[in-house]
């Protein structure tokens, strides 16, 4: 790495089980008001406790205690940003992450074909660079670098950006942050593209995450920023994406003022089909000669007309959550009952939320399996179940296959099309629990 800029945080590599809950949580946790404006907070939903969805256990940890934290979402009354208290420092959260976004065909593809998009669209040539934010394994920076752009992944995650660097994709290893853009910028390090997927909502403080981004970006210069969009949560039950690691969970029309708050305007939008359902955003400096295109105005007022800016269309949903629980659990009983055999497929973090909150063990499920290989051999969080590779399937030839991270299910459907050779069936657990022949 040529950059010298000091690292803010000390090397870590801890397995999260070797801490206890009075060093992980943070005083501040405890505190009230919203995080974004300080406004009061008002409840929304409340999965109950939940290990950390990505604190995969080895076969020597599964007798020790195991730390669970709250699950518990509030919304506030004044920006309507739906979050997550700091239950857990991002420190403890990131540094060893294990997900690797290289081992999804559907997601590198959705990376390459951004590449090609913004190249085009933003006229990038020879001089410009991107810089990502929370670069991870460098999946997405590898397509810029064979396009012969200058690129400068930031990642926290020691494990991830030595991948990324495997792959030709600098890295710096730290934290993205006020702090961080000032150094950056003092060294003329300055972009014409700041990417920044699904990570707005994993910091805490966005304030001085968003400070920092007009600093790194070059007069001219696109941000654009990818994450779940609330309203596709509401309406289609995803409740399982609500993880520690997720502080926050975005509409449009909070982004909006969030992102106005530090003089960058959003001046298009687009829905993605990535993570069930999330937004695209394009910004720029607030002055910058972009126009405004009218599907920004078009899409919050859809989401006004879906109640996003009333409380009780927040306060409705957690009976909802409760009736899909109740569902899924009559689903399983009723299969275990006539003796059929169900494992599961995936081990995503949304599936930790699910497996956690519903009480699904490895009574109901035998294994799951992931195409990870980081993950094999190893116990998903809280309910323990073991984590195997896919090929485990052809050999136990289970009746039932649950696919855990759900938005991928035509992508595995179509992997695991050889379970119907012995009769075998897909079941879907969300929005609602439905069974594929
Ligand atoms: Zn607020």
């Not at 990376?111 to 090609?116: I, Q, S, V």
């Not at 001085?208 to 309203?231: C, D, K, M, S, Y």
């Not at 359902?277 to 006004?304: D, F, K, M």
Request: charged residues 25%; proline residues 6%.
């Amino acid at each position: 790495m040529a950059l010298e800029v000091p690292l803010a945080m000390p090397a870590a590599g801890r397995s999260s089980c070797a801490l206890s809950p009075a060093e992980t949580t943070r005083p501040e946790a405890r505190g009230t008001g919203c995080r974004f404006c300080g406004g009061a907070l008002h409840g929304f939903v409340d999965l109950g406790m939940s290990p950390l969805c990505e604190s995969f256990l080895a076969a020597d940890q599964l007798d020790a205690m195991e730390p669970f934290y709250p699950l518990k979402v509030m919304v506030c009354g004044d920006c309507f940003l739906a979050q997550l208290r700091e239950y857990v420092s991002p420190e403890h959260i990131f540094r060893d992450y294990a997900y690797f976004s290289a081992y999804s065909d559907a997601w590198l593809d959705h990376a390459r074909r951004y590449a090609e998009m913004t190249a085009q669209r933003f006229a990038l040539g020879p001089g410009s660079r991107i810089i990502e934010l929370a670069s991870n394994d460098g999946y997405l920076l590898q397509f810029f670098v064979a396009k012969g752009f200058e690129v400068l992944g930031i990642d926290p995650a020691e494990n991830v950006a030595k991948a990324a660097e495997e792959r030709g994709v600098r890295t710096l290893t730290r934290f993205f942050d006020l702090d961080t853009a000032r150094e950056l910028a003092a060294k003329g390090i300055t972009a014409d593209l700041v990417a920044a997927n699904n990570v707005l909502a994993q910091v805490p403080d966005i304030n001085r995450f968003l400070a920092g981004l007009p600093l790194i970006l070059r007069p001219n210069g696109v941000a654009t920023f990818e994450f779940p969009h609330l309203l596709r949560l509401l309406e289609e039950n995803q409740f399982d994406t609500i993880y520690h690691e997720h502080f926050s969970y975005f509409s449009l029309m909070t982004a909006e003022r969030l992102f106005a708050a530090h003089g960058l305007r959003v001046f298009d939008v687009e829905e993605l089909w990535t993570h069930g359902g999330s937004l695209r955003l394009y910004l720029c400096h607030e002055q910058a000669a972009r126009p405004t295109t009218p599907a920004v105005a078009r899409l919050i007022a859809r989401e006004r007309e879906a109640g996003l800016s009333d409380l009780a269309t927040y306060a409705a949903f957690e009976q909802r959550v409760r009736a899909t629980k109740q569902r899924l659990l009559e689903f399983l009983i009723d299969a275990k009952r006539a003796g059929k055999s169900i494992a599961g497929y995936g081990a995503p973090g949304k599936g930790n939320t699910l497996l956690n909150y519903c009480g699904i063990r490895s009574d109901f499920l035998d294994y799951t399996v992931d195409r990870n290989p980081h993950k094999h051999g190893k116990f998903l969080p809280g309910t323990h179940i073991p984590v195997l590779p896919p090929e485990r399937i052809a050999e136990t030839k289970p009746d039932y296959l649950l696919i855990l991270p759900w938005n991928l299910k035509d992508e595995i459907m179509r992997q695991m099309a050889s379970i119907r050779d012995w009769g075998g069936r897909f079941v879907v657990p969300i929005p609602e629990v439905r069974v594929y022949p």
